[in-house]
């Protein structure tokens, strides 16, 4: 007779497949030897055989069905067939003679109506085990999730504690991800520029791979990271401690949803204030280049004929510098208005008591009203798609209400931050001023003005208002006005309403 191998491995881990079909294999040659089978064909596939459809389990009916083989050779009748349908197969084929025999190391068979009874009760026993297996894994899942706590596997930033049966922070790999997330906010990084990033800190996946686009994008779209997680079309709220706020992951999506992309340009030779003016004649780009070891900032005039002329690097330089040295903070005076911010902060905890208070009391309402959801879906008094929808708004809300709480109570008020960060940014214009770092600086001036121009070797931009103000008074109590409203010729085709700029006349 003519057997074909037939070695099988249910889809768990690559490596143990690999390791499973190769001792199979190995044990069925030496089998084959010891028995002095004839083996025509060797055929492996790791696929589950809880449900029909193996591709080689096919291929290898067929081959019997033509001939070509005369019985099967496999390590053990559940290899086979999990399923009544294969099993079936494998039965009729001995009935009507298309298999004449299987030899199992592991099983006794004979074909003869008590050998094909046993071999029956066999291919019974292992759909009972799959069958078993499923209802103990979904039995746990329920157990997981009457406990919030997600029944699969955890995703890249959290690690599964068998101890526990929980969700755990991967405190190694968590800050990566919350990393991501605060890139991604600030609108300033394409997916591709994240993956990159993340790949040079060093995250990789749990197999050891760099983080492709999808899979960055996939992470930065899951709930998960900010509490919730969702598990067969219903939302949930995990015990699992989140790594970001719900309010940077709503910024993400609304990031993601526009599609904001920055464009970056290589060049040869860096030029620090290249990228941030336009000419204030014809509104074109300004470009650079460097003649006799100087650089030389000059409009591309690609749009009209253009009379500005090039202007030298140092001379920009300086007249930047003029604008800092109106918003510049000492380090000594930083510290003491910082310190006036912290008590001023104190007083807002104290202040803000009644405001947690009623918040913790709509928590409470939420949480009522949860219960009273789920005792409306299970007396049938609304859908299942009702309760899922309601479910997950409500829950959204909790989560907002608990943020907002927490935010209050560690003393985040929202005023303070931003005045934190201008009173810092005034030190670090400070600061550019003693390294005079142009790189910096450039990106000082565009994060904190608008309309940046160039015109008859003067440069002028739109600061933000607190800046604006600050620079004013400093240059009032000089008896100096280095602002003034934009001259309207010069403003033609740039903006149709007149706003307050900044301009440093050229020495």
């Not at 860096?270 to 336009?278: E, I, K, N, Q």
């Not at 470009?287 to 900032?297: C, D, F, I, S």
Request: a positive charge; charged letters at 30%; hydrophobic letters at 35%.
């Amino acid at each position: 007779m003519k057997y074909i191998i037939y070695a099988r491995k249910s889809t768990e881990s690559e490596e143990r497949q690999i390791m499973s079909i190769e001792s199979q294999l190995s044990e069925l040659k030496e089998f084959a030897a010891k028995e002095k089978l004839e083996i025509v064909a060797s055929l492996c596939e790791a696929q589950t055989a809880k449900e029909p459809g193996r591709i080689k389990f096919a291929e290898m009916l067929s081959f019997l069905e033509s001939g070509k083989a005369d019985g099967i050779l496999s390590w053990n009748p559940d290899r086979l067939a999990r399923n009544s349908i294969d099993g079936g197969q494998i039965i009729y084929m001995l009935d009507t003679g298309k298999i004449k025999d299987l030899k199992f190391p592991t099983h006794w068979f004979e074909n003869t109506p008590q050998g094909k009874f046993m071999l029956n009760i066999a291919f019974g026993q292992s759909k009972y085990y799959v069958d078993n297996l499923s209802e103990n894994i979904k039995r746990g899942h329920r157990a997981k999730l009457r406990k919030s706590i997600w029944p699969g596997f955890a995703p890249l930033g959290y690690t599964n504690n068998h101890k526990t049966r929980d969700i755990d922070v991967d405190h190694e790999k968590a800050p990566f991800i919350r990393k991501g997330f605060e890139l991604y906010a600030t609108g300033k990084y394409t997916l591709k520029q994240i993956a990159k990033i993340l790949k040079d800190l060093g995250l990789r996946s749990y197999k050891g791979n760099v983080l492709s686009v999808s899979c960055v994008q996939r992470f930065l779209q899951n709930r998960f990271y900010y509490g919730l997680f969702e598990f067969k079309g219903e939302t949930h709220q995990g015990t699992h401690e989140p790594v970001i706020t719900k309010k940077l992951f709503d910024k993400c999506q609304e990031v993601m949803k526009d599609r904001g992309h920055i464009k970056t340009r290589k060049a040869e030779k860096t030029f620090p204030f290249r990228g941030l003016l336009a000419c204030g004649e014809c509104s074109c780009a300004i470009t650079a280049e460097t003649q006799k070891g100087h650089n030389y900032y000059r409009c591309t005039k690609k749009k009209i004929a253009c009379s500005q002329k090039y202007v030298r690097e140092e001379l920009l330089t300086e007249q930047v510098k003029s604008f800092l040295q109106k918003v510049s903070l000492s380090s000594q005076d930083t510290e003491k208005v910082l310190r006036e911010l912290d008590k001023d902060e104190q007083k807002a905890k104290a202040s803000s008591f009644v405001i947690v208070q009623n918040l913790k009391s709509e928590l409470s309402d939420i949480g009522t009203k949860l219960n009273k959801l789920l005792s409306a879906y299970l007396d049938e008094i609304i859908t299942s798609e009702e309760y899922a929808t309601q479910k997950q708004k409500m829950l959204s809300l909790k989560i907002e209400c608990a943020e907002e709480i927490r935010e209050i109570e560690d003393g985040i008020v929202s005023w303070l931050e931003p005045a934190r960060a201008w009173i810092k940014s005034l030190n670090q214009a400070e600061k550019l001023l003693s390294s005079g770092d142009k790189s910096e600086m450039t990106t000082f001036l565009k994060q904190n003005g608008s309309n940046h121009i160039l015109i008859d070797k003067s440069f002028s931009f739109s600061p933000e208002k607190p800046f604006q103000i600050l620079a004013e008074r400093r240059v009032s109590r000089r008896s100096a006005s280095s602002f003034h409203l934009r001259n309207p010729e010069l403003r033609k085709g740039r903006d149709s309403n007149p706003r307050e700029t900044f301009t440093s006349l050229p020495r």
